[in-house]
T-cell receptor, first 112, second 114 residues
Framework: RKEVEQDPGPFNVPEGATVAFNCTYS??????FFWYRQDCRKEPKLLMS???SGNEDGRFTAQLNRASQYISLLIRDSKLSDSATYLC?????????????FGSGTRLSIRP | DAGVTQSPTHLIKTRGQHVTLRCSPI?????VSWYQQVLGQGPQFIFQ???????GRGNFPDRFSARQFPNYSSELNVNALLLGDSALYLC?????????????FGEGSRLTVL
């Protein structure tokens, strides 16, 4: 089993729709979680951290389910500009980057 | 303020050659990490340097090496290039160790090995 798994997609949804995708992780001791966004042929950029109580940033909502070991990202009222690959990132703990694990990403395409 | 800068942005090499990739972190950031990203995959960790010391190494062969300079810039070296080394090489900087997960990436160096 991969340490961090994501549905690769692509998710192809119409503008204005709500879309959600999950990311599962295998290490139950993982401490921090993030969603990064990567546009085609660009570098990843931090979208949002994921807090235990769930958190929202505008149209984006991130949630953590420790019991089932997954995090989710919900995008409401999707825009054409939301088309990108969304990378799930898990940090089992500590300050070393060597422990940070990136998922393979979920590709999202918003159609007019 | 300048973000993370990497050079070169694109390069083409042949098998067996050597390549050096360079990275300048955001001013004030002391941690630099290197990642390899092949098409369709997430970034794979190669090295982390913090305060000029290696703090982590990923599962890459000894052909890969790196160092960090007193000004916190960094170099990634790859010897005896293989076709499979073709990838986007990303450098990320962070203020402290990378444990917070907030990594700031450069635009990457796209390496093609023929």
């Amino acid at each position: 089993r991969k340490e961090v798994e994501q549905d690769p997609g692509p998710f192809n949804v119409p503008e204005g729709a709500t879309v959600a995708f999950n990311c599962t992780y295998s290490n139950s001791a993982s401490q921090s979680f993030f969603w990064y966004r990567q546009d085609c042929r660009k570098e990843p950029k931090l979208l949002m951290s994921v807090y235990s109580s769930g958190n929202e940033d505008g149209r984006f909502t991130a949630q953590l389910n420790r019991a089932s070991q997954y995090i989710s990202l919900l995008i409401r009222d999707s825009k054409l500009s939301d088309s990108a690959t969304y990378l799930c990132v898990v940090n089992p703990g500590g300050s070393s980057a060597s422990k940070i694990i990136f998922g393979s990403g979920t590709r999202l395409s918003i159609r007019p | 303020d300048a973000g993370v800068t990497q050079s070169p942005t694109h390069l083409i090499k042949t098998r067996g050659q050597h390549v050096t990739l360079r990275c300048s972190p955001i001013s004030g950031h002391k941690s630099v990490s290197w990642y390899q990203q092949v098409l369709g995959q997430g970034p794979q960790f190669i090295f982390q340097y913090y305060e000029k010391e290696e703090r982590g190494r990923g599962n890459f062969p000894d052909r890969f090496s790196a160092r960090q300079f007193p000004n916190y810039s960094s170099e990634l070296n790859v010897n005896a290039l293989l076709l499979g080394d073709s990838a986007l090489y990303l450098c990320a900087s962070s203020l402290l160790g990378a444990g917070t997960g907030e990594l700031f990436f450069g635009e990457g160096s796209r390496l093609t090995v023929l």
